[in-house]
């Protein structure tokens, strides 16, 4: 199953990528370490709702966008482990190949 | 600002409610000690992802539901906050009346 912390730590990664900003801008911005980010980012730390909250806004990004786009894709990822084996396995290949 | 880890217990409590459970019963079915999911219901302590996820197990609702439920809420609290205050204590009286 995915695991929530990971989906947010990509999540936070896509919007920082979208918005030009490197870890030391978003590091500078939110006043939370360079290391500390990059964890967070690869799901290996689980953030508090205040460094969540400080993350969003240093992204110029609202904590409800972030929560809509994680429950989109957690919701993707529940029904692609709810179906059967071959159907998703034939899902998978369909979206990487298309 | 609403703190994000009490939208996500106000939701937890908003789902064992409505699904007739008690404390005990969520407990027992996550095993996870009563008094934290009640701190967790309050607000009080930042669940894991893991543990989130075993008490929306445990809850039979989906994680990804829990989040959607709590990013509209979210939303709504940026959107009153981003209000001229006056626009926004017209609403919250409205809504309160209502």
Redesign the interface.
Known sequence: ?A???ELVGDTLRTHRVRNGMTLRDVSAKARVSLGYISEVERGQK?P???L??ALCDALQV????V??D???Q??LA?QLESMVPDDAAKLKELVSVG
Chains 1, 2 share one sequence.
């Open positions: 199953m695991v929530l912390r689980e508090s709702s205040e969540l909250a609202s904590l409800s966008r929560l809509r994680v429950s989109v957690l919701e529940e």
